[in-house]
């Protein structure tokens, strides 16, 4: 059975400072992983798709790595704002015969000014 | 473009009532899923529909149900409403069953009193 930790739960970091959030998942049989952020009380903006036959993607200070082999993921934020507070969650897919996502619980952001 | 759309966005209904909630996916998407979201148990899959068919489902009991019309829109109905059936549903489509990359709606806030 699929299962999918991210790590730490909380993190509390200055404006400015780089940061790492990390994702596990216990079946390194995967079809893609996604990075998503939610603010509180909405829904799941899509920050970025890695596919299994990838190692990393990229968007704007964003930086999504994965490693199948050992099954993990890590999302990469230079220059944090105090606009990127929020939940971010990272959610594996199986294999292309199903839309299912498996989530992580979440680690919850807070940039301080 | 617009994005998915899930109504209403808030619901307030009692023990033992059913409810409806309604789901508009991206314009040429074919695939939609419904997720619960809880503070507890965190993003679970309830169901997954392509071309009118429930392809895969998850592990909650027969009272919630869901079906998917010709126009891709989906509707999800949970009956017999019990106080832990209170959380955030959010409703999902991508462009096909399996297809990369998934994108979320605001979400439906159900409470049940």
């Known amino acids: 059975k699929q299962e999918v930790t991210q790590i730490p739960a909380a993190l509390s970091v200055p404006e400015g400072e780089n940061l790492v959030l990390n994702c596990s998942f216990t079946d390194s049989a995967i079809y893609n992983l996604q990075w998503f952020r939610q603010d509180p009380g909405k829904g799941l903006t899509s920050l970025l798709l890695i596919q299994s036959s990838q190692r990393e993607q990229t968007s704007g200070r964003l930086n999504a790595s994965l490693d199948k082999s050992s099954g993990r993921s890590t999302l990469y934020i230079a220059a944090s704002q105090p606009g990127d507070s929020a939940t971010y969650l990272c959610a594996v897919m199986r294999s292309s015969n199903t839309g299912k996502l498996i989530f992580g619980q979440g680690t919850t952001l807070q940039v301080k000014p | 473009k617009a994005g998915v759309t899930q109504t209403p966005r808030y619901l307030i209904k009692t023990r033992g009532q059913q409810v409806t909630l309604s789901c508009s996916p991206i314009s040429g998407h074919r695939s939609v899923s419904w997720y619960q979201q809880t503070p507890g148990q965190g993003l679970q899959f309830l169901f997954e529909?392509?071309?009118?068919?429930?392809?895969n489902k998850g592990n909650f009991p027969g009272r919630f149900s869901g079906r998917q019309f010709s126009n891709s829109r989906s509707e999800m109905n949970v009956s017999t409403l019990e106080l832990g059936d209170s959380a955030l549903y959010l409703c999902?489509?991508?462009?096909?069953?399996?297809?990369?990359?998934?994108?979320f709606g605001q979400g439906t806030r159900l409470t049940v009193v």
């Open positions: 999902a489509s991508s462009l096909a069953q399996g297809f990369a990359e998934a994108f």
């Open positions: 529909y392509f071309s009118e068919t429930q392809r």
